[in-house]
């Protein structure tokens, strides 16, 4: 009740009169039955506007941070994001990553929509990063479909640290539906689980515009933090140090036109799949 309030009545036309976010490939949105929704991931209001243009319902994973806050605005954020379709994700690996997804599966069993972003957290330059395989032991485990979606233009309506948002204008391009039941018995298979992941990344990125890089978001975010203490800058993404990038223009108005490809940057060599703390069995949530 909570959730349709806030959509249809008080925040829902508020955001629509004043970002006019528009919206491209609402009809892939299935009508009914079960679906994963999986979103690069600019800002924090990426959790906003996305459930204000899709019809139907999102719960989405959440960062179990959100949930544990102490005192009065702690509590009253924990009771915000369980009041808005939003459900703690341990990101921490093991046992509790695998918790946090069987809550996510439950979702999707009963018929219902969640929303993951694959990154694991927030985009730290606006680049698109490499894929936890939390989202395809979901859809390997359950056979839903999965439906991409760009976000384009939340960060600049609100980066990172910045509380107030700027008003400008927001846009949601939403994707045809991935199949992966071809896969089906394979779900334990990290092979497969990878090969579903950067798949669905691939995606993104051709939707999105984002040039990809083959790194994990939090392990860059760890590495620009140490380096912000030590007092060094973080130098500038070439493409010496890049694995291969597309940029599709994103200039025509109503956003930008599927697999028209500008550029192409250079490979750069892989990371490995699972590194100590990396996290990988994590789902992705927002940070």
Same mark, same amino acid.
């Given at each position: 009740?909570?959730?349709?309030?806030?959509?249809?009545?008080?925040?829902?036309?508020?955001?629509?009169?004043?970002?006019?976010?528009?919206?491209?490939?609402?009809?892939?949105?299935?009508?009914?039955?079960?679906?994963?929704?999986?979103?690069?991931?600019?800002?924090?209001?990426?959790?906003?506007?996305?459930?204000?243009?899709?019809?139907?319902?999102?719960?989405?994973?959440?960062?179990?941070?959100?949930?544990?806050?102490?005192?009065?605005?702690?509590?009253?954020?924990?009771?915000?994001?369980?009041?808005?379709?939003?459900?703690?994700?341990?990101?921490?690996?093991?046992?509790?990553?695998?918790?946090?997804?069987?809550?996510?599966?439950?979702?999707?069993?009963?018929?219902?929509?969640?929303?993951?972003?694959?990154?694991?957290?927030?985009?730290?330059?606006?680049?698109?990063?490499?894929?936890?395989?939390?989202?395809?032991?979901?859809?390997? $485990?359950?056979?839903?479909?999965?439906? @991409?979606?760009?976000?384009?233009?939340?960060?600049? =309506?609100?980066? !990172? &640290? *910045?509380?107030?948002?700027?008003?400008?204008?927001?846009?949601?391009?939403?994707?045809?539906?991935?199949?992966?039941?071809?896969?089906?018995?394979?779900?334990?298979?990290?092979?497969?689980?990878?090969?579903?992941?950067?798949?669905?990344?691939?995606?993104?990125?051709?939707?999105?515009?984002?040039?990809?890089?083959?790194?994990?978001?939090?392990?860059?975010?760890?590495?620009?933090?140490?380096?912000?203490?030590?007092?060094?800058?973080?130098?500038?993404?070439?493409?010496?140090?890049?694995?291969? $990038?597309?940029?599709?223009?994103?200039? @025509?108005?109503?956003?930008?036109?599927?697999?028209? =490809?500008?550029? !192409? &940057? *250079?490979?750069?060599?892989?990371?490995?799949?699972?590194?100590?703390?990396?996290?990988?069995?994590?789902?992705?949530?927002?940070?």
């Amino acid at each position: 009740m909570f959730y349709w309030v806030m959509k249809r009545i008080i925040v829902g036309p508020i955001l629509n009169l004043l970002f006019r976010p528009w919206v491209k490939g609402l009809d892939n949105v299935p009508a009914s039955g079960p679906a994963v929704f999986v979103s690069n991931h600019l800002s924090f209001s990426d959790s906003i506007f996305l459930p204000i243009v899709v019809p139907r319902p999102v719960v989405f994973l959440a960062k179990s941070e959100y949930f544990t806050g102490k005192g009065i605005k702690g509590r009253l954020t924990a009771l915000f994001f369980r009041l808005s379709n939003q459900l703690p994700m341990d990101r921490s690996g093991g046992a509790a990553s695998s918790s946090s997804l069987t809550a996510g599966m439950e979702i999707l069993n009963g018929g219902g929509v969640l929303g993951i972003y694959p990154e694991g957290t927030r985009s730290p330059d606006g680049r698109l990063y490499r894929g936890k395989t939390g989202v395809a032991k979901l859809v390997l $485990a359950t056979g839903v479909p999965v439906i @991409p979606v760009a976000m384009i233009g939340t960060d600049k =309506v609100q980066p !990172i &640290g *910045r509380r107030i948002p700027n008003i400008r204008r927001v846009g949601v391009i939403i994707g045809e539906p991935l199949d992966f039941t071809r896969y089906e018995g394979l779900g334990d298979d990290r092979f497969v689980q990878r090969s579903v992941t950067d798949e669905i990344m691939y995606e993104l990125m051709r939707l999105s515009g984002q040039e990809y890089v083959d790194a994990y978001a939090s392990t860059v975010k760890d590495r620009m933090a140490a380096e912000k203490a030590a007092g060094r800058k973080t130098p500038k993404p070439d493409a010496d140090n890049r694995r291969a $990038a597309v940029r599709i223009s994103t200039d @025509p108005p109503g956003g930008p036109a599927p697999g028209a =490809v500008t550029e !192409i &940057g *250079r490979a750069r060599a892989q990371e490995p799949d699972s590194a100590p703390g990396s996290g990988e069995d994590g789902a992705p949530a927002q940070r």
